[in-house]
């Protein structure tokens, strides 16, 4: 089955504790994006890849890192994570190859940051 | 800078209507137009890409249409369910290269 696969689903830390949110997609999508979704704000984009080792910021890149060494895995790695970083992510991917192709997401990840 | 925009933020209908949802954008020169599903805790499903040079798509019940010139699609929804009951959100593309802005949704309840 094509899918986008995030982990965890929901994760709880405290205020500067290293963490990692896996994103891994089976589709050999060129494109990959992450998203965080906060209430009254929509979905804002944090980073996104056109390619493997092509990564470029969002709208809110600030506090997050990304990497890109295989085409079907984009972590979101957050170094030193504040409470303002609770939210809703969500990992997505489309293909580039083909013209227009719509947009395919993860279930999310819930991450509160106390 | 694009800024797409969702009203009503919140509509509740009884089952068997027919129903329309309102997407505005304030720069017409985009790619495409996206409608995408979002159930509670889940993520988003994608229903229907417009393409710049489309006018309306169509799937089952659902059919979505683009204006570029007014800056507006809408999502006609026909003979609403009361498994429609979700929030929709539309996100326009600026271009291949260029990312998704999406309006912060439209949460729908079908009532039966």
């Known amino acids: 089955e094509a899918q986008v696969t995030q982990n965890p689903r929901y994760l709880i830390t405290v205020t500067g504790k290293k963490l990692t949110v896996t994103c891994s997609q089976n589709?050999?999508?060129?494109?990959m994006s992450w998203y965080r979704q906060d209430p009254g704000l929509g979905l804002r984009q944090i980073y996104y890849s056109m390619n493997v080792e092509v990564t470029d910021k969002g709208d809110v890149p600030e506090g997050y890192k990304v990497s890109r060494k295989e085409k079907r895995n984009f972590p979101l790695i957050l170094e030193s994570p504040s409470p303002n970083q609770t939210s809703l992510y969500f990992c997505a991917s489309s293909s580039r190859q083909t013209y227009n192709s719509p947009l395919h997401f993860g279930n999310g990840t819930r991450l509160t940051v106390t | 800078k694009q800024e797409v925009t969702q009203i009503p933020a919140a509509l509740s209908v009884p089952e068997g209507e027919n129903l329309v949802l309102n997407c505005s954008f304030t720069?017409?020169?985009?790619?495409?137009l996206q409608w995408f599903r979002q159930d509670p805790g889940k993520g988003l499903t994608s229903l229907l890409l417009?393409?710049?040079?489309?006018r309306e798509q169509t799937s089952g019940r659902l059919n979505a249409s683009l204006d570029k010139s007014s800056g507006r699609s809408t999502l006609y929804i026909a003979a609403s369910q009361p498994g429609d009951s979700a929030t929709y959100l539309c996100?326009?593309?600026?271009?291949?290269?260029?990312?998704?802005?999406f309006g912060t949704g439209t949460r729908l309840q079908v009532f039966p």
């Open positions: 417009i393409q710049s040079s489309q």
């Open positions: 589709m050999n999508h060129e494109y």
């Open positions: 996100a326009a593309e600026g271009g291949p290269s260029d990312k998704l802005i």
């Open positions: 720069d017409s020169a985009i790619y495409n």
